[in-house]
């Protein structure tokens, strides 16, 4: 459904958009003149209280805390939100507007869009002049470069993406900067600063999605002489127009203006309130009770109100027309490890692809409503290359214990198995670990649930295959949306197996499939987008012929919004508010 192609100096992405809920909008004007539109789901539709009124505190709140705020570490979507909108610029990022608009990328850091070869391999950008970091300090290429460089460390600086490692290297096994030999720390040969205004990136083949991996955090400027390795996360120089003022981890970070951010050289971000507060660790109930209440603005989980919550706002008018139910473009899945026995045998995994409920799930998480559509594949609807494949018969969302016994007879064990669910100890997982847990038992096999904190969970818990071998994690509980909307920045970092990691690994069931290998690198290459969709849908079956993960939502999420709220939107980049956007009354 969403293809990209380069074009009049932008990328834009082909979008069939689909219906999010029931409810329409309607026309409204603010006090700042500007129409907007109102009601249940407006936000999914256009502007909600469209406002350019600077001023007041923005109130964020949050469950758990960020897996990091460093932008080489970061991978959950809401703290790239966040990173975005308040504290971290790129070369290019995506505009901040609702509906096909924001998945455009545009210039930011970059005066414009690159200079491309003939041939898609080299890349050549001009920074914009006027922009600094938060002490007043000119970013250069330098320090774009050294952001990237940074990625490279993975033995300190491990969690993010490694998109860059696998395009950039080029067998160069470039250490990273704190071990590099150059004495300016800026070694990686594919990328190039022959002057302070130009950067330029040598790709060893061409990659139609390589733009999008320079809007990635991972890919913005960090200054060298404020670099403090693993702890860079605890206070990141500002690049964008807020700074940290505070970070109480696990508790509270305060963001306030940053005086040295030029808006004439940002097209891209609002900046309306002088403060944003986000709150951390509230319980996810008092959470939903806080909004409600208006004692709170948005929670930046952006998974949903829980359970209970919900009839309480689609139940009542004046509530309902706060809230939105977006689709998120994620799916909610778990993982079948590989190489925890007795999972290395594909018709165990196959007994629990046949004996999960996926029905009981989906409510756990909210119902078809407010929670998602039951999911089939490891593709979701609003990626290029996604279809209908359904090969263990899932789509009614009804397990099916016949199949689940005889594949559990082929695997040498007729009457079940003990294994041990890995789940995160908040939001709605841990309910939908438990649904699991329930429909396995109907089968015999008694999984017992590990909940871990969140912050720590894909890093380091599921995240470090010597840990899922310790502690014998056959199932893994986890979400996953595109890091750019393309099924390459879905799919390749889930199932690619030369890139299993020993800490924040993604390829959690270790999958390491020579063919599905070959095929990624088929359709990276494969220049016209429908193409190389054929190429991930063939991928796409080939994982799900594995029974390797079990898909079992396209994820939705009921979200509300405090009245008070201005330019609200979703962000189809994100598929939750735009965060950069957001300002108070």
Same mark, same amino acid.
């Given at each position: 459904?969403?293809?990209?192609?380069?074009?009049?100096?932008? $990328?834009?992405?082909?979008?069939?958009?689909?219906?999010?809920?029931?409810?329409?909008? !309607?026309?409204?004007?603010?006090?700042? @003149? @500007?129409?907007?539109?109102?009601?249940?789901?407006?936000?999914?539709?256009?502007? $909600?209280?469209?406002?350019?009124?600077?001023?007041?505190?923005?109130?964020?709140?949050?469950?758990?805390?960020?897996?990091?705020?460093?932008?080489?570490?970061?991978?959950?979507?809401?703290?790239?939100?966040?990173?975005?909108?308040?504290? $971290?610029?790129?070369?290019?990022?995506?505009? *901040?507007?609702?509906?096909?608009?924001?998945?455009?990328?545009? /210039?930011?850091?970059?005066?414009?869009? %690159?200079?491309?070869?003939?041939?898609?391999?080299?890349?050549?950008?001009?920074?914009?002049?006027?922009?600094?970091?938060?002490?007043?300090?000119?970013?250069?290429?330098?320090?774009?470069?050294? @952001?990237?460089?940074?990625?490279?460390?993975?033995?300190?600086?491990?969690?993010?993406?490694?998109?860059?490692?696998?395009?950039?290297?080029?067998?160069?096994? &470039?250490?990273?900067?704190?071990?590099?030999?150059?004495?300016?720390?800026?070694?990686?040969? *594919?990328?190039?600063?022959?002057?302070?205004?130009?950067?330029?990136?040598?790709?060893?083949?061409?990659?139609?999605?390589?733009?999008?991996?320079?809007?990635?955090?991972?890919?913005?400027?960090?200054?060298?002489?404020?670099?403090?390795?693993?702890?860079?996360?605890?206070?990141?120089?500002?690049?964008? %127009?807020?700074?940290?003022?505070?970070?109480?981890?696990?508790?509270?970070?305060?963001?306030?203006?940053?005086?040295?951010?030029?808006?004439?050289?940002?097209?891209?971000?609002?900046?309306?309130?002088?403060?944003?507060?986000?709150?951390i660790g509230t319980a996810v109930e008092e959470i939903d009770n806080q909004l409600l209440s208006g004692e709170v603005d948005i929670d930046t989980a952006q998974t949903g109100v829980q359970q209970g919550s919900q009839p309480k706002i689609l139940l009542? /008018?004046?509530?309902?027309?706060?809230?939105?139910?977006?689709?998120?473009?994620?799916?909610?899945?778990?993982?079948?490890?590989?190489?925890?026995?007795?999972?290395?045998?594909?018709?165990?995994?196959?007994?629990?692809?046949?004996?999960?409920?996926?029905?009981?799930?989906?409510?756990?998480?909210?119902?078809?409503?407010?929670?998602?559509?039951?999911?089939?594949?490891?593709?979701?609807?609003?990626?290029?290359?996604?279809?209908?494949?359904? /090969?263990?018969?899932?789509?009614?969302?009804?397990?099916?214990?016949?199949?689940?016994?005889?594949?559990?007879?082929?695997?040498?064990?007729?009457?079940?198995?003990? !294994?041990?669910?890995?789940?995160?100890?908040?939001?709605?997982?841990?309910?939908?670990?438990?649904?699991?847990?329930?429909?396995?038992?109907? $089968?015999?096999?008694?999984?017992?649930?590990?909940?871990?904190?969140?912050?720590? &969970?894909?890093?380091?818990?599921?995240?470090?295959? *010597?840990?899922?071998?310790?502690?014998?994690? @056959?199932?893994?509980?986890?979400?996953?949306?595109?890091?750019?909307?393309?099924? &390459?920045?879905?799919?390749?970092?889930?199932?690619?197996?030369?890139?299993?990691?020993?800490?924040?690994?993604?390829? &959690?069931?270790?999958?390491?499939? %020579?063919?599905?290998?070959?095929?990624?690198?088929?359709?990276?290459?494969?220049?016209? /987008?429908?193409?190389?969709?054929?190429?991930?849908?063939?991928?796409?079956?080939?994982?799900?012929?594995?029974?390797?993960?079990?898909?079992?939502?396209?994820?939705?999420?009921?979200?509300?919004?405090?009245?008070?709220?201005?330019?609200?939107?979703?962000?189809?980049?994100?598929?939750?508010?735009?965060?950069?956007?957001?300002?108070?009354?």
């Amino acid at each position: 459904m969403r293809t990209g192609a380069l074009v009049a100096g932008s $990328v834009t992405i082909a979008l069939a958009l689909s219906a999010c809920g029931g409810g329409g909008s !309607t026309p409204k004007t603010n006090e700042s @003149g @500007g129409s907007g539109v109102s009601g249940f789901n407006a936000a999914t539709k256009g502007i $909600v209280n469209p406002s350019t009124k600077k001023g007041g505190t923005l109130k964020l709140v949050n469950n758990a805390d960020a897996d990091s705020y460093d932008p080489a570490r970061a991978y959950y979507a809401y703290v790239w939100n966040l990173m975005k909108g308040y504290y $971290v610029r790129t070369l290019l990022t995506n505009e *901040s507007k609702p509906g096909e608009d924001g998945l455009k990328l545009v /210039p930011d850091l970059a005066q414009a869009m %690159p200079e491309v070869s003939a041939d898609g391999k080299t890349y050549t950008f001009k920074l914009k002049s006027g922009v600094k970091f938060e002490d007043g300090s000119p970013i250069t290429s330098k320090d774009i470069k050294y @952001g990237i460089e940074r990625v490279f460390a993975q033995d300190v600086l491990s969690g993010g993406p490694t998109y860059l490692i696998d395009v950039l290297d080029q067998g160069q096994k &470039y250490p990273g900067p704190y071990k590099d030999t150059d004495p300016n720390k800026l070694g990686l040969k *594919s990328v190039e600063t022959p002057d302070d205004n130009t950067i330029v990136f040598k790709l060893a083949d061409p990659l139609s999605d390589f733009l999008y991996l320079l809007a990635t955090p991972s890919a913005s400027p960090i200054p060298q002489a404020k670099d403090t390795g693993d702890k860079y996360g605890e206070k990141p120089i500002s690049t964008g %127009p807020y700074k940290f003022q505070s970070y109480d981890q696990g508790k509270k970070v305060v963001w306030v203006r940053n005086d040295q951010w030029d808006p004439k050289t940002d097209t891209v971000r609002a900046a309306l309130p002088d403060e944003v507060d986000l709150t951390i660790g509230t319980a996810v109930e008092e959470i939903d009770n806080q909004l409600l209440s208006g004692e709170v603005d948005i929670d930046t989980a952006q998974t949903g109100v829980q359970q209970g919550s919900q009839p309480k706002i689609l139940l009542d /008018p004046e509530k309902k027309k706060n809230a939105d139910t977006p689709n998120t473009g994620f799916i909610r899945y778990f993982s079948i490890s590989t190489k925890v026995a007795p999972f290395d045998n594909i018709h165990c995994r196959k007994a629990v692809q046949y004996a999960t409920d996926k029905i009981t799930m989906q409510t756990a998480r909210g119902g078809a409503d407010a929670g998602g559509d039951i999911a089939t594949n490891m593709l979701p609807p609003n990626i290029a290359g996604h279809d209908e494949y359904d /090969p263990y018969n899932t789509k009614s969302g009804k397990p099916q214990i016949d199949k689940a016994k005889e594949e559990l007879a082929a695997c040498g064990k007729p009457n079940g198995f003990d !294994t041990v669910i890995a789940t995160r100890s908040s939001g709605k997982e841990p309910k939908t670990a438990e649904a699991l847990q329930a429909a396995l038992k109907n $089968v015999g096999i008694n999984a017992r649930l590990d909940p871990t904190e969140p912050s720590l &969970y894909f890093r380091s818990t599921i995240g470090a295959p *010597s840990n899922v071998a310790a502690k014998g994690y @056959g199932l893994m509980m986890a979400g996953w949306g595109a890091d750019f909307p393309t099924a &390459y920045g879905f799919l390749s970092v889930l199932v690619d197996g030369r890139n299993i990691l020993p800490s924040g690994n993604n390829n &959690y069931a270790e999958l390491n499939d %020579p063919e599905i290998n070959s095929l990624i690198d088929q359709a990276k290459a494969e220049k016209d /987008p429908a193409k190389a969709a054929g190429i991930w849908t063939t991928i796409n079956h080939k994982v799900m012929d594995a029974a390797v993960m079990v898909p079992f939502v396209y994820d939705k999420a009921l979200n509300y919004r405090n009245p008070r709220v201005t330019n609200v939107f979703v962000t189809e980049y994100y598929g939750m508010y735009d965060f950069g956007s957001l300002g108070v009354q």
